[in-house]
T-cell receptor, first 115, second 116 residues
């Protein structure tokens, strides 16, 4: 069983729709949760970072963590064509060295927002 | 700010040759750099963690003699794939970490390696 499971999609929705992206995990030691966005032929860029259960909002993006169910979500409101990308969830159990984190990634969900 | 570059962006080599990939943090000093590998339609898999001036720490199942990592300065880490074989063909991505922004790793654009 993979430590982190994420539906690879592809997911295609019309512009303006609310998008829900999800990941489940099996390692209860994970305590830091991130969402990255990756455009084609680019490296991932951090969208959201959280370390507690509950919701965290940043503009059109909301990250939700449910540690009891080992389930995290990313919601995108008022989706735009520019949101079309691959979204990866990532998790970490603890900080190493002086605070760097070893990340375990989901497979990534390819999202397309249609104008 | 916080830009990470990789060179080359893509490389094709013959089986049995060695390939070096560079990862540079352009506008910050990276105490720690990570190397990942991503096969098609699969997630990024951490290969190794390197700290400036010390030996890299490899993840289980990653051959340290095959994937040589050198982190000689706070802005440069290199990954050398020795005696490359077709099964080493993959997308290699590095990330860089600094204590100034502790919650984030900054990723390079990746290097596509194809071994013939």
């Amino acid at each position: 069983q993979k430590e982190v499971e994420q539906d690879p999609g592809p997911l295609s929705v019309p512009e303006g729709a609310i998008v829900s992206l999800n990941c489940t995990y099996s390692n209860s030691a994970f305590q830091y949760f991130m969402w990255y966005r990756q455009y084609s032929r680019k490296g991932p860029e951090l969208l959201m970072y959280t370390y507690s259960s509950g919701n965290k909002e940043d503009g059109r993006f909301t990250a939700q963590v449910d540690k009891s169910s080992k389930y995290i979500s990313l919601f995108i409101r008022d989706s735009q064509p520019s949101d079309s990308a691959t979204y990866l969830c990532a998790m970490s159990a603890k900080k190493i060295n002086q605070g760097a984190q070893k990340l375990v990634f989901g497979q990534g969900t390819r999202l397309t927002i249609n104008p | 700010g916080a830009v990470v570059s990789q060179h080359p962006s893509w490389v094709i080599c013959k089986s049995g040759t060695s390939v070096k990939i560079e990862c540079r943090s352009l506008d910050f000093q990276a105490t720690t750099m990570f190397w990942y590998r991503q096969f098609p339609k699969q997630s990024l898999m951490l290969m190794a963690t390197s700290n400036e001036g010390s030996k890299a720490t490899y993840e289980q199942g990653v051959e340290k003699d095959k994937f040589l990592i050198n982190h000689a300065s706070l802005t440069l880490s290199t990954l050398t794939v020795t005696s490359a074989h077709p099964e080493d063909s993959s997308f290699y991505i590095c990330s860089a970490w600094t204590s100034a922004t502790p919650n984030e790793q900054f990723f390079g654009p990746g290097t596509r390696l194809t071994v013939l």
